[in-house]
C-alpha cells in the first residue's frame, strides 16, 4: 500500500502520533463476537442510539422551552407550530421516549431469556436494570414539562401514588413536588432532574456497563453449535446496528410527521379532566383499580419492588450455567407471565375505557378538544405592559410629584419600581425608620440614616416643599 | 483473538462499511438539518419591532419649550410570547411641531434626566442642551432623536434602539 501514502493516509499518520486514533478504532471497531454478527444483537446499539437522539433533540428544545408553569405550554405550543423544524425535534423526542422504553424492555427481556447475564456478568447486568429505572424516571419527569391538561394531571396522580407509601410517602410527596401542592416550583425540579441528574446518571450507567460488556465480551448464542466461529465488530455487525437504528429513525420520523406529538391545551387545576398515563404505566395504573384504599400500596410499591428487586438480584438467585430458554422453563415461563401480564393490563385499561360509557364520552370530549387546540394557530403569550399583570399593580399607584420625575425616576424608576441595583421603592413605608417622616428626613439629610453611596447625602437643589411631597407620595407606595 | 476467525473478504469488507457510513450519514443530515433551521431561522427572520407609531398625547397639553419626559409602551414579539415594556422619551415643544429623544444615554445605556433647562445623566455626567446637542461628558453624540410626527392633535413617535458608545446614531438591526 505504499503507492497509496497520500496525503489523507498521511493526514491520518499524523494525527494517529498525536492521538493513538488507530489503537482506538482498532479497539472499537475489531472486537471479536462470539460466534458471528447477528441481527438478535442490535437492540443495545439501537437504545444507545435513541439515548443519543434524546440528549440532541433534548439539548435543542431547551433553546426555546421556558421551565415555568406560566410560560412552558406557550413556549411548547411555539416549538411544536411556528419554529421550523420544531415539531420534528419536538416529535423524535415524544416517540423517541416510547421508543426508549421498548428497547430497554426488548434488551433486557432478551438478555435474560439467552441467559446472557451469566458468568460474572452480575454489574453488567445491574447497571443495565438501573439504566431501566432511570429510563422510566425520565418518562415520568418529562411528561409534565409540556404543562397541558394531560401533563398536569397525570403527574398530580403521580405524585399522589408517592404520597401513599408506607412512612416515607408523604415526605416523598414533598419533596417530589417542592412543596404541599403541584406548582411551578415542581416544574423546576422536574425539568432540573429530567435534563441535568437523570441524563448525567444514565450516561454515566451506560459508560459503565459498555465498559464492564468489553471486558467481559459477548456472551455469543445461548447453544454451542455455533459458537466455535467468530467475527469481528467491524463490518458485519456495525451494518446490521446502522440499519437497525435507520429502522427505528424512520419510524420515528414518521409518527412525528403522520401522528404528531400531542399537545392539549394549557394546565388548568380547576377542570376534571380525567387522566391517563402514558402507556408505559397503563399496567400500573389498571392495578390501582383492583387495589381499594391502603391497599393501593401492593400495586403501587410491593409488586413494582418485588420485580425489581428480583431483576437486581438476579445473576445471584441463578447461578446455573445453562442458557438455553428452553432447558430453563421457569425464568421463561416468568418472563412470559410478566410482560404478557403487563400487555394484558393495558388492553384491559383500554378495553374499559372504550367500555364505560361515562369515560368514554368524557375521553372522546377531552381528546376533541386537545385535536382542536392543536389546530389552532400559534397565538402568542401577552406579557406585561397594558396587560393585566403590569397595569393592574401601576394603576393603584397615585401619579408622582413632579420633583420625584426631576431628581429621583432616572435610578428608582418613575413609579418607584426601580431598576437593576437601584432598589425598588414601593412597600418601603412598611419598612422599619421609613415612616413618611422619616423619608422628608433623609431627604434632608441622609447620612443619619446610614445610606450609602451612591444615594446621594443630601439634595439641596431640591425645594422644601417638594421633599415633603415626595416623602408623601413615597409613604403611599404600597405593594 | 479467535483462532477460527472468519475474515470476510475485503470486497465485502468495505461495502458494509459504505453502507453504514451512509446510514449514519443520512441519520447526521436530517438531524443537522432540522437542528440548523431551529436554531438559526427564528433568529435570521425575527422582524424588528419598530415599525408601530405609539400615541404619547395631546400636542396642546405640552408647555411650548418644557422638557417633559414621557412613558410609553412598546410591543416586542419574542418568540413565544409578545412582551409590552415601558419605555421614556423626551418631549420639547416647539410650536406646531415637538423635538423628541429617546431617554437612553448614547453613551452606555444609562437613564436620561433633566435640569432645568438642560438634560443630564447622572451615571457618567454627560451633558446635553434643551436641543439635545452635547455639551460635557464622556457621551459620544447629541442625544438620539426620534421619528415622530404629528396627526389630528396626537404627537406619535416611532420608538427605536440605537447602538451605544459609537459617535454615529445607528439603529440596532
Known sequence: MADNSSIFSKAYDWLDERTGIKEITHELLDEPIRGGARWAYVLGSALLFIFSIQVVTGIFLTMYYVPSADHAHASVAYIQKVVPGGWLLRGLHHYGSSAMVIMVVAHLAQTFLFGAYKGKREI?????????????????????????????????????????????????????????????????????????????????????????????????????????????????????????????????????????????????????????????????????????????????????????????????????????????????????????????????????????????????????????????????????????????????????????????????????????????????????????????????????????????????????EDKKKIAEWLASLKK | MEQHENLEPPQRRSFLGVLSGLIAGGIGAVLTATIGRFALEPALTAAANDDKWTDIGALTDLEEGKLVKKNIIVAQDAGWGRFESQRSVWVVRKGESVQLFTAVCPHLGCSVSAQAEKFVCACHGSYWDANGKRTAGPSPRDLDALEHRVEGGKVQVRYQNFRQGIEKKEVMA
Open chain 1, 124 to 464: 453488567l447486568w445491574i447497571a443495565g436494570v438501573g439504566m431501566m429505572l432511570i429510563v422510566f424516571a425520565f418518562g415520568f419527569t418529562g411528561y409534565l414539562l409540556a404543562w397541558d391538561q394531560a401533563a398536569y394531571f397525570g403527574t398530580k396522580v403521580g405524585t399522589s401514588i408517592a404520597g401513599e407509601a408506607p412512612v416515607i410517602g408523604p415526605i416523598q410527596q414533598r419533596i417530589m413536588q417542592g412543596g404541599t401542592d403541584l406548582t411551578t416550583i415542581t416544574l423546576s425540579r422536574f425539568f432540573m432532574t429530567h435534563v441535568f441528574l437523570l441524563p448525567l446518571g444514565l450516561a454515566g450507567l451506560a459508560a459503565l456497563h459498555l465498559f464492564l460488556f468489553r471486558k467481559a465480551t459477548p456472551a455469543g448464542p445461548y447453544h454451542e453449535k455455533d459458537n466455535h466461529k467468530t467475527e469481528r465488530f467491524y463490518p458485519g455487525q456495525v451494518f446490521k446496528d446502522s440499519v437497525a437504528m435507520a429502522i427505528v429513525f424512520g419510524i420515528l420520523v414518521l409518527l412525528s410527521w403522520k401522528l404528531p406529538a400531542e399537545l392539549g391545551p394549557m394546565a388548568d387545576p380547576s377542570s376534571d379532566y380525567l387522566a391517563r398515563p402514558p402507556w408505559y404505566f397503563m399496567p400500573l395504573f389498571q392495578l390501582l383499580k383492583y387495589f381499594p384504599g391502603q391497599l393501593a400500596i401492593i400495586p403501587a410499591f410491593v409488586l413494582p419492588g418485588l420485580l425489581f428487586g428480583a431483576l437486581f438480584l438476579l445473576p445471584f438467585l441463578d447461578k446455573r450455567a445453562e442458557r438455553n430458554p428452553f432447558k430453563r422453563p421457569i425464568a421463561t415461563g416468568l418472563l412470559v407471565l410478566v410482560i404478557g401480564g403487563a400487555i394484558g393490563l393495558m388492553a384491559l385499561a383500554k378495553y374499559e375505557d372504550n367500555h364505560n360509557p361515562d369515560f368514554k364520552a368524557k375521553l372522546e370530549a377531552q381528546e376533541k378538544e386537545n385535536e382542536e387546540f392543536f389546530k389552532k394557530p400559534f397565538e402568542p403569550q401577552i406579557i406585561g405592559g397594558t396587560g393585566a399583570a403590569a397595569t393592574g399593580a401601576l394603576a393603584k399607584v397615585a401619579e408622582p410629584p413632579a420633583a420625584y420625575l426631576e431628581n429621583c425616576a432616572s435610578c428608582h424608576g418613575d413609579h418607584g419600581e426601580g431598576a437593576a441595583v437601584f432598589p425598588a421603592l414601593i412597600g418601603l413605608s412598611a419598612k422599619p425608620q421609613r415612616t413618611q417622616d422619616d423619608l422628608y428626613k433623609i431627604l434632608v439629610d441622609a447620612a443619619p440614616y446610614g445610606l450609602k453611596a451612591p444615594m446621594p447625602a443630601s439634595f439641596p437643589d431640591i425645594k422644601d
